[in-house]
Structure formats: structure tokens, C-alpha cells
């Protein structure tokens, strides 16, 4: 199956400033480019103040160098790396809580002591989806007539 990425707007590109601090750069690109490139993998993420959630993106069959930075709205296509995505950085952020230690100080306030802590993306999946992945996984079904490989979600308000 063939991720594609399509029209973008502009590049974006992470640099560290002289302080270090993490900030992101934009540049123009062709508006008028109807190219479409591959996905080969997502990196990394990042929350923007003006573009929302931000994925760093490897092209296929392009260097790390023309790496960028892109919104969500950027990434046609390539739900199945998303999850994928998603679900990595989930175990990872799991793993740091994990590994952390928690102090009580003087004011009685309990406080995380440990590795930082890693962005965790939005889970790209529905929310039907995501209801119905939680009761297959927990609730053993005993009539084989009822798995028919997909899930009714009914809200009631």
C-alpha cells in the first residue's frame, strides 16, 4: 500500500536557537505543486501554537536532510504510520512514567522526579474505532454470531 503526501503549503523545519530551545521555521514552497511523495516513516512530533500538531516526516528514496515538518492535514493517506506512530510513542511515554519516582514536598504537593516526559500525539483513529478496539480487547464474546468484524457504538445523551 502506497502512502502518499499530498500539495503541501510550506516546509517546516525545526532549528535550536542560541538558547536551545526548540523553535520551528517556515519557508515558502510552490502553492502550485500538485507533487505527491511518499511517506517512509514519522520521527517525530511536535505541538505548534500556529499549526496545530506538527509530524517530522523521512521522505521514500530522499535523504534525512529534506526532513520536514509537517500538520496533520499535510499526511494523506498514511493512516496505517500514524498508528503506528502513535502507538510507539504511547508505549514510550508509558515507559517514562514508569521509570519515574515521586517526591512529597515541604507544601504537600507530590511531584514527578525522573526522565522527561515524551509528546504523545492524538490517536488518529475514531472514536467509534478506538470504542470498539477497547471491548474486543476486554469483553470475551461468547456468541460466535455477534464478531462480525466491525461495531455498533450507540450514544445516548
Known amino acids: 500500500m502506497q502512502h502518499l503526501y ?3 503549503i510550506f516546509d517546516i523545519y525545526r532549528s535550536r536557537d542560541s538558547e536551545g530551545a526548540d523553535s520551528f521555521s517556515r519557508s ?3 502553492a502550485d505543486s500538485e507533487e505527491q511523495w ?3 516513516s514519522i520521527l517525530d512530533y511536535a505541538k ?3 499549526s496545530g500538531d506538527l509530524y517530522y516526516v523521512k521522505w521514500k528514496n530522499w535523504e534525512s536532510e529534506f526532513n520536514t515538518w509537517e500538520p496533520k492535514s499535510n499526511l494523506q493517506n498514511c493512516d496505517s504510520l500514524l498508528l503506528d506512530f502513535y502507538r510507539e510513542r504511547k508505549a514510550a511515554a508509558n515507559e ?3 521509570q519515574s519516582t515521586y517526591v512529597v514536598t515541604s507544601a ?3 511531584r514527578r522526579k525522573g526522565p522527561a516526559l515524551i509528546a504523545v500525539p492524538p490517536d ?3 472514536v467509534e474505532d478506538r470504542i470498539c478496539e477497547f471491548f474486543y480487547a476486554t469483553v470475551p464474546v461468547a456468541d460466535e454470531e455477534l464478531q462480525v468484524g466491525y461495531c455498533k457504538v450507540y450514544w445516548r445523551f
Open 48 to 50: 505548534d501554537g500556529i
Open 96 to 98: 517514562v512514567l514508569l
Open 108 to 110: 504537600g504537593k507530590r
Open 28 to 30: 515558502p514552497s510552490p
Open 38 to 40: 511518499e511517506v517512509e
Open 6 to 8: 499530498s500539495t503541501w
Open 124 to 126: 488518529p483513529r475514531s
